[in-house]
């Protein structure tokens, strides 16, 4: 979606009308990945600030982790601590969690309602 791949264009058809809800980290998350890409010379600097820009214009909810943390702690001992509030948040919003991890869609599918994202 950020990166315009093609893993991206299917998740931008995933959400497509949807409205996003992310928890908080998640801008972290995904500038600390793409922060990691360009160091790596694997993103151009250009390409990179537009990933920033669109990242800081993505329109989602951003949810408090201070609100997600008790259920996050309890997913925790299924899943990384990032993921689970992720899950946590899911759970709490009765929504389809939608991710390109598929450790993640693995273990986390008995948690909550997962759909992998996989580019065509």
Same mark, same amino acid.
Not at 6 to 34: C, K, M, Q
Not at 63 to 83: G, I, K, M, P, Y
């Given at each position: 979606?950020?990166?315009?791949?093609?893993? @991206?264009?299917?998740? $931008?058809?995933?959400?497509t009308?949807?409205? %996003?809800? *992310?928890? $908080? &980290?998640? =801008?972290?998350? *995904?500038? @600390?990945?793409?922060?990691?890409?360009?160091?790596?010379?694997?993103?151009?600097?250009?390409?990179?600030?537009?990933?920033? #820009?669109?990242?800081a214009?993505?329109?989602?909810?951003?949810?408090?982790?201070?609100?997600?943390?008790?259920?996050a &702690? *309890?997913?925790? +001992?299924?899943?990384?601590?990032?993921? $689970?509030?992720? #899950?946590?948040?899911?759970?709490?919003? @009765? *929504?389809?969690?939608?991710?390109? =991890? $598929? &450790? %993640?869609?693995?273990?986390?599918?008995?948690?909550? +309602?997962?759909?992998?994202?996989?580019?065509?």
């Amino acid at each position: 979606m950020l990166a315009e791949t093609a893993t @991206g264009a299917s998740a $931008a058809a995933a959400i497509t009308n949807e409205r %996003l809800v *992310v928890p $908080a &980290h998640f =801008d972290v998350e *995904v500038y @600390g990945t793409f922060r990691r890409l360009f160091r790596h010379g694997k993103v151009s600097r250009r390409r990179f600030d537009a990933i920033v #820009l669109r990242l800081a214009t993505l329109a989602a909810e951003r949810v408090a982790l201070s609100a997600l943390l008790v259920e996050a &702690h *309890v997913l925790a +001992e299924r899943v990384s601590a990032t993921d $689970a509030f992720y #899950l946590a948040l899911a759970r709490a919003r @009765g *929504v389809e969690l939608l991710t390109t =991890d $598929a &450790h %993640l869609a693995q273990r986390g599918g008995t948690l909550a +309602e997962i759909r992998l994202i996989a580019g065509s």
